[in-house]
């Protein structure tokens, strides 16, 4: 398998959702999506409905709280949320972990309601290397969801730190919407979809946040070829690009999407090459202890805008 497009924040009639468990994988199987992740409100009531014949899925919680939401995927034992707060964030993500469990950060910088107080994070994670990933984009895609600048920028300086954590994409599907437009989280799954290997396809960082295109690269270096997630030796390197524009054309509702240039970013945000989405191949010199991520850019209604982002490859 090569980048399959996954919607990992799902809810149901069992929290706040309107769907039941199976209209929501119907949904998902209508939509041609590869696998979901059911992340009910502080439940995992639906699990137990779950058919991977409908929808591959993996097993998850959506930790509902004042100081902040999680995802919990594939925790194989209960982990208490009731208890949670700023300050023994770690020893309960440490619990998560030993219940074979990944944790991701949902929507970071959400102003919250009435039902999801508390969508901010406001944890004080010390050991940000037992969390797996962060929503970075959430939602619908428009130009005054100023929340999902402010969680690229948030992610962009945990990777700064030297921490190694992987890029997400929620829709946050709790309903049929009217209009909007909406993405997916590419998972490159090694094997069979499904839970299993999704879950260690987020654990290794092999993940795509996109509006719509698939988007992802490899790295050439001396007879090696590396994937997204993975660490490689500084020094010179080719870039191999693969898009596919046309992937999920028809979940960008009415807007006119043009999708124009690649970057390379590295720490700091720096954009070490810019070149036409046409070009395939791409020379970099890579510098020691430094991440590169690529990020698709291109227009929306005229509007100069990201399209999608990969999670880094790291160098030593």
Same mark, same amino acid.
């Given at each position: 398998?090569?980048?399959?497009?996954?919607?990992?924040?799902?809810?149901?009639?069992?929290?706040?959702?309107?769907?039941?468990?199976?209209?929501?994988? %119907? +949904?998902?199987?209508?939509?041609?999506?590869?696998?979901?992740?059911?992340?009910?409100?502080?439940?995992?009531?639906?699990?137990? @409905?779950?058919? *991977? $014949?409908?929808?591959?899925?993996?097993? !998850?919680? /959506?930790?509902?709280?004042?100081?902040?939401?999680?995802?919990?995927?594939?925790?194989?034992?209960?982990?208490?949320?009731?208890?949670?707060?700023?300050?023994?964030? *770690? *020893?309960?993500?440490?619990?998560?972990?030993?219940?074979?469990?990944?944790?991701?950060?949902?929507?970071?910088?959400?102003? !919250?309601?009435?039902?999801?107080?508390?969508?901010?994070?406001?944890?004080?994670? +010390?050991?940000?290397?037992?969390?797996?990933?962060?929503?970075?984009?959430?939602?619908?895609? $428009?130009?005054?969801?100023? /929340?999902?600048? &402010?969680?690229?920028?948030?992610?962009?300086?945990?990777?700064?730190?030297?921490?190694?954590?992987?890029?997400?994409?929620? &829709?946050?599907?709790?309903?049929?919407?009217?209009?909007?437009?909406?993405?997916? =989280?590419?998972?490159?799954?090694?094997? @069979?979809?499904?839970? %299993?290997?999704?879950?260690?396809?987020?654990?290794?960082?092999?993940?795509?946040?996109?509006?719509?295109?698939?988007?992802?690269? +490899?790295?050439?270096?001396?007879?090696? =070829?590396?994937?997204? !997630?993975?660490?490689?030796?500084?020094?010179?390197?080719?870039?191999?690009?693969?898009?596919?524009?046309?992937? &999920?054309?028809?979940? $960008?509702?009415?807007?006119?999407?043009?999708?124009?240039?690649?970057?390379?970013?590295?720490?700091?945000?720096?954009?070490?090459? %810019?070149?036409?989405?046409?070009?395939?191949?791409?020379?970099?010199?890579?510098?020691?202890?430094?991440?590169? &991520?690529?990020?698709?850019?291109?227009?929306?209604?005229?509007?100069?805008?990201?399209?999608?982002?990969?999670?880094?490859?790291? =160098?030593?």
């Amino acid at each position: 398998m090569s980048y399959l497009p996954c919607e990992l924040h799902c809810h149901t009639v069992n929290s706040d959702g309107s769907f039941t468990t199976k209209e929501l994988l %119907q +949904r998902a199987a209508d939509d041609h999506l590869a696998l979901i992740a059911l992340t009910d409100h502080n439940t995992v009531s639906g699990c137990a @409905e779950l058919d *991977d $014949s409908i929808t591959p899925a993996i097993r !998850g919680i /959506e930790w509902t709280t004042y100081f902040g939401h999680m995802l919990v995927l594939g925790a194989k034992s209960f982990v208490d949320w009731r208890d949670a707060n700023p300050d023994n964030i *770690d *020893d309960k993500i440490n619990q998560i972990k030993e219940a074979g469990g990944i944790v991701g950060v949902a929507h970071p910088f959400q102003l !919250g309601s009435p039902m999801c107080t508390g969508g901010r994070w406001e944890f004080n994670v +010390r050991n940000w290397r037992n969390v797996d990933y962060i929503e970075v984009w959430h939602n619908a895609f $428009s130009f005054d969801n100023y /929340e999902n600048d &402010r969680a690229l920028a948030f992610w962009t300086e945990l990777l700064d730190k030297g921490y190694h954590i992987a890029c997400t994409y929620g &829709r946050d599907w709790h309903r049929d919407e009217a209009r909007g437009h909406y993405g997916c =989280t590419y998972l490159d799954i090694d094997g @069979e979809i499904n839970e %299993q290997n999704a879950i260690r396809a987020i654990r290794m960082g092999k993940t795509v946040a996109s509006t719509g295109a698939k988007f992802f690269f +490899r790295v050439h270096q001396k007879g090696n =070829t590396y994937s997204i !997630g993975e660490t490689m030796k500084k020094g010179n390197a080719v870039f191999s690009f693969f898009i596919d524009l046309h992937s &999920r054309e028809k979940n $960008s509702g009415n807007e006119e999407v043009e999708h124009n240039i690649i970057k390379l970013i590295t720490n700091g945000g720096e954009c070490v090459m %810019q070149t036409a989405v046409s070009e395939r191949h791409v020379h970099i010199n890579l510098k020691p202890n430094h991440w590169y &991520r690529a990020e698709l850019w291109g227009k929306v209604n005229g509007v100069k805008k990201i399209l999608a982002v990969t999670s880094p490859i790291y =160098t030593v």
